[in-house]
Structure formats: C-alpha cells, structure tokens
C-alpha cells in the first residue's frame, strides 16, 4: 500500500490552509488552537479538568481540521466547541485518553511516548463515528496506527525546522507551525482512512 508522503502531506496541509500564512484560513486555524489550548491550560490547576477539557476541546479542534481537509469549509471558532453535541461522551474521552498516557508515561517514558502515538487517531475517530464510546475511539485508533506510529512520528520530526524557525521569533512563529502540523495530522488520518486495513 501506498501511503502519501511527508512531504505530500504538508503540500496538502498548505494547500487547505490557503498557503499563505497570514491569510485568513490559515490565521483561523492558529486561533481555534490558541483558543484551544488557553482553555485546556486554564483547567489543568486541577489535572482531571484538565483532562476532561481537553476532550471537549480537541473533539471540536479534530473536526474543524477535518472539514477544512474534505470540504475546505471556512473555519468557523465556534465549531471547536462542537464536542458539546455528545458531552458526556467527549468529556470520559479526554479524561481516558489522557490519564492513560499519564500512567503509561509514569511506568517509563518511552511507553508514555508510544502510546501517545497509538492514541492520537481517537478524536478524529469520534468525529467520523459519533456513535462510538470513549473505549471504541482509543481502541480503533490503537488499531489503525498498529504498524504506523514510526510513519506519524517522522511527520511530527518533518517540522522540527519550521519549529526552529518559528522560535526565532520568541516563540511566537511556533504558532503558525502548530496549525500547519494539525492540519497534516488531519491528512494523515484521511489517509489512513483510505488506505489502512485495520489489523486486531
């Protein structure tokens, strides 16, 4: 099977993102995740909240770089806040999905770190299967990037220029970086999407 590449995917990410970083697509997509993470960072005095808005949060942020990559749909900020439609669900999302890394990561952190990889899949899951619980999203996701997980670490190490670059900035440029890695994330799972063939 043949998956796209690194650099395909990025092509596709700049593309979807209007490929000019100050264009408003591409500044939408900074805000819902600047947007995104001030909330989640305002809950994690206590970590459990923290957890629990992150499902919230990131079931929302998963969509919204998902219609950008199918339907280029303008962004929309107050679609983040989309994993309200299901709350109960998407708030034991976030709690499970982090808590479990947590533990992994407390056992070693190479697991923690593995395991991450495993589990990144489960909100864009949530958004295409709204039907699935908490363990279904996890699950699938552990399943589909069985096999896989080298492929989006070395995605995430394809940025590590940008990201240098962007820090040159006191760190400000990293924002357009973390938009432009979300939205390669999101073709990477469409990928998967088309051409995986979950293994148990």
């Known amino acids: 099977m043949n ?14 993102l209007g490929g000019n970083i100050f264009g ?19 809950g994690s005095t206590f970590v459990v909240v923290g957890f629990l808005l992150h499902g919230l949060i990131m079931v929302g ?10 339907r280029g749909s303008e962004i929309e900020l107050g679609d983040m806040f989309n994993g309200t ?10 709690l499970m999905y982090n808590l479990f890394i947590m533990l992994w990561t407390m056992l070693f952190v190479i697991p923690g770190i593995i395991k991450s990889y495993a589990y990144r899949m ?19 996701s552990r399943k589909m990037m069985n096999g896989h997980k080298w492929r989006l670490f070395t995605l ?7 990201m240098l670059l962007g820090s040159l900035c006191f760190g400000v440029g990293t924002l357009w970086v973390n938009a432009y890695m979300k939205a390669a994330e999101a ?14």
């Open 85 to 94: 439609k299901q709350l109960t669900d998407n708030l034991l999302l976030g």
């Open 24 to 42: 408003k697509t591409w500044l939408m997509a900074l805000l819902v995740l600047l947007i995104g993470s001030a909330i989640v960072g305002l």
């Open 187 to 200: 073709n990477f799972y469409m990928d998967m999407v088309e051409k995986t063939v979950i293994k148990e």
């Open 156 to 162: 995430d190490f394809s940025f590590i220029g940008w």
């Open 3 to 16: 998956y796209a590449s690194n650099s395909e995917l990025r092509a596709r990410a700049r593309e979807q």
């Open 122 to 140: 489960a909100y864009y899951i949530k958004n295409d299967h709204p039907e699935y619980n908490w363990q279904q999203c996890i699950d699938e």
């Open 61 to 70: 942020v998963a969509g919204i770089f998902l219609s950008l990559k199918r």
